[in-house]
C-alpha cells in the first residue's frame, strides 16, 4: 500500500515537470532579480557617483523592503496556483475517482499533496533565491555578509511558510469547490482582499476614527500631541490589518531583515542605530510567526477533515 512518502513523490514530480511550475519558478526568479537591480540603481543614485553602489549598512539596509514586497506578492501567488486544483482538478479529471479506488487511504492522500506542495514551494523558492543573491555578488558587486546571509535563510524559510499558509488556503477552496474555476476566483478574491482591500480600508477607517491636525509652529506640547495621534492611527491600522496573513508576512520579514533600529539618545534627543541580533529579531517577530503557523495548521486541518469525509463522485 503507498505510503504519504509515496504519494508525495509523485504529486512532486507531476508538479515540477508542469508548465505552471516552471513559469512560476520563472518569474519568481526575475522579480528577484529585478528588485536587486533597482536597488543597485537606487544606490548609484545616493552615491550621486556612477559605479559606486551607495548602500546603507550592507546588503539588507537597501534590499530589505524590495525582498518583503516581492515575496509577499509572489510566495501568496505561488501558494495559490499549486493549491486551487489540488482536489477539484483531479475530480474534474476523473484521476480522484480512479486513486482511491486503490488501496490508498484519503489521509495518505492529502497528506501526500501537502507535503509534495511544501517540496516544490522550498525548491522554488531556493532557485529563485540562489538566482538573485548570485546576480547580487557576481554581477551588481555586492555581497552579503555571513549574518545577513543567515537572515536570508530565515527570511526564506518564513515565505516558505507563507507561501503554505495560502496553499492550505487554496487547497480548502478546491476540497469545497466543484469546479477548479470557482476555487480559482475565490482564491483570487481573497488574495486581493487580504492584499489591496483591508489595507485600504484599514487607512481610510483610521483616518475618520482618528483625524490628525498638524499646522506648521506648533508647540512642543501640540507635537507630542501629534505624535500620540499618529501612534493611535498606526494601531487601528494594524489592528484591522492584522487579520490577514499579509500583514503578518510583512511584520515578520521586517523584523528579520531589519539588522539595525531606531533608539533616542539619552539627554541629546537624537536618534542613534543599534544592531539588532538575530534572537531579537525572532523574539519580535514571535507573534507573527505564531499566527501565521497557525492560520497554515488550520487551514490544512480544515481541508483534511472536508475531504476525508466528502463523497467522491
Known sequence: MP??????????????????????VIVFGLVMTAAVATTYLTGIQAAGQPGR?????????????????MVGYFAAIMG????????????EKGTLKITLAQPVFRDTLINGKF????????????IASLVEIG?????????????????????????????M???GIAAFLSTVSKRTTQSVIIGVVIWAVFTFVIPVVATLVAFVLMPMR???GQSQE???????????????????NSVTPNHHFTRIANYILQAYAGMMSPGAGQPVVRTVSIIESLVSAGPNILVLTLTTVLAFIASYMLFTRQEVR
Open 3 to 24: 505510503d504519504m512518502f509515496t504519494v508525495a513523490s509523485k504529486e512532486f514530480s507531476d508538479i515540477v515537470r508542469g508548465r505552471r511550475f516552471l513559469i512560476l
Open 53 to 69: 553602489v551607495g548602500l546603507p549598512r550592507g546588503f539588507l539596509g537597501a534590499a530589505g523592503n524590495n525582498l518583503a514586497t
Open 80 to 91: 495559490l496556483a499549486l493549491g486551487v486544483d489540488a482536489i477539484s482538478g483531479e475530480r
Open 115 to 126: 507535503l509534495a506542495a511544501l517540496f516544490a514551494i522550498s525548491l522554488a523558492t531556493l
Open 135 to 163: 546576480s547580487s555578488v557576481l554581477v551588481l558587486g555586492i555581497t552579503p555578509t555571513g549574518e545577513d546571509v543567515a537572515r536570508l535563510m530565515l527570511f526564506l524559510l518564513f515565505s516558505i511558510l507563507f507561501a
Open 165 to 167: 499558509t495560502y496553499y
Open 214 to 216: 498638524f499646522t506648521p
Open 222 to 240: 501640540e507635537m507630542e500631541r501629534f505624535a500620540e495621534e499618529l501612534r493611535k492611527r498606526t494601531a487601528i491600522m494594524e489592528t484591522i
